[in-house]
């Protein structure tokens, strides 16, 4: 790390520096390193094994378009459940949603939790929000045992290793899939089309067989290794677009700054790279 500044390295071919202010904090738990850090440019970030998980200056777009796009297409979520999502970005933007009466979050690593809910308000206030409910623990083992039906299932995950590798595996989205509803939708974290297409590819082929419906959209990421990123989309019959109403986000009149109906539709508009590589059996 050069002085003044924190490098994220991604892939071993590419690095990110922000202005470093101070360090907050930096522990290691039984699952990963989890640190919070001030900059100058970004407010402060949350890392995973030095990777970028939320900044303050954006993690509004991540959070927006994880959340928004399933619950605007769902016509009535009621009951939502994250896994992942520790910092709790995701679930502050479900619980804009007034038809969502309980919103569980799944995270495997309490230490995300504390450094969230101590250092990074902005996410984290939300999860004292009486509709959510925190189960510590894996998720792969919640969905596999819950007996709960969920209308939303969101994967607010890290990468496909380590305690998050399962996340992306088809035992775990069949499981998904038997605890959705009928207009059921689940969307994942499905990393960068840039530095990586096989996991939005394999993703794609795991939800293919499994749900009716799937799909990716694209999303830009300041913070993230080459500012464009992905969310898989499956359903158990809802279209992403033609099923989607704009007439429910202007009633909604949620205060977004990045998402709206315009974006939604778009962002399931596909560069041809993707297009053909997702084509590919
Ligand atoms: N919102 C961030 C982003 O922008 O990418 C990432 C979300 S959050 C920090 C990623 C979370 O997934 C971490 O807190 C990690 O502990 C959690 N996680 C990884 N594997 C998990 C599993 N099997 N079950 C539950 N949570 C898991």
Not at 153 to 176: C, H, M, N, Q
Not at 215 to 221: E, H, M, W
């Amino acid at each position: 790390m050069s002085s003044g500044w924190i490098d994220e390295e991604y892939q071993g071919i590419v690095r990110t520096g922000f202005r470093l202010k101070r360090r907050i904090m930096r522990r290691r738990s039984p699952f990963q390193t989890v640190e919070v850090v001030e900059t100058k440019g970004h407010g402060r970030l949350l890392l995973i094994d030095g990777m970028t998980m939320v900044s303050e200056r954006d993690e509004f777009v991540y959070h927006e378009m994880i959340a928004h796009v399933p619950l605007f297409v769902h016509p009535r979520p009621r009951r939502v459940l994250v896994i992942g999502g520790g910092d709790g970005g995701t679930v502050r933007e479900v619980l804009r949603h007034r038809s969502v009466e309980r919103c569980v979050l799944a995270e495997i690593d309490p230490v995300v939790v504390e450094a969230s809910r101590r250092h990074i308000p902005r996410t984290a206030a939300s999860l004292s929000d009486p509709r959510c409910e925190i189960r510590i623990g894996d998720g792969v083992k919640f969905v596999r045992e819950t007996r709960e039906h969920f209308d939303v299932v969101i994967v607010d995950s890290t990468e496909p290793f380590g305690p998050a590798k399962e996340l992306f595996g088809p035992a775990f989205y069949r499981d998904v899939r038997r605890i959705l509803t009928d207009e059921g939708i689940v969307v994942s974290q499905a990393g960068s089309p840039f530095y990586e297409i096989a996991t939005i590819r394999n993703l794609r082929r795991i939800l293919r067989p499994i749900f009716p419906i799937s799909d990716a959209y694209l999303f830009t990421n300041q913070t993230y290794p080459g500012g464009l990123w992905a969310f898989s989309f499956a359903s158990k019959g809802l279209r992403p677009v033609r099923d989607f109403r704009a007439a429910r986000v202007a009633r909604a009149r949620l205060p977004l700054r990045w998402y709206n109906s315009e974006i939604h539709a778009a962002a399931f508009a596909l560069p041809q790279f993707l297009k053909d590589e997702l084509s590919r059996r």
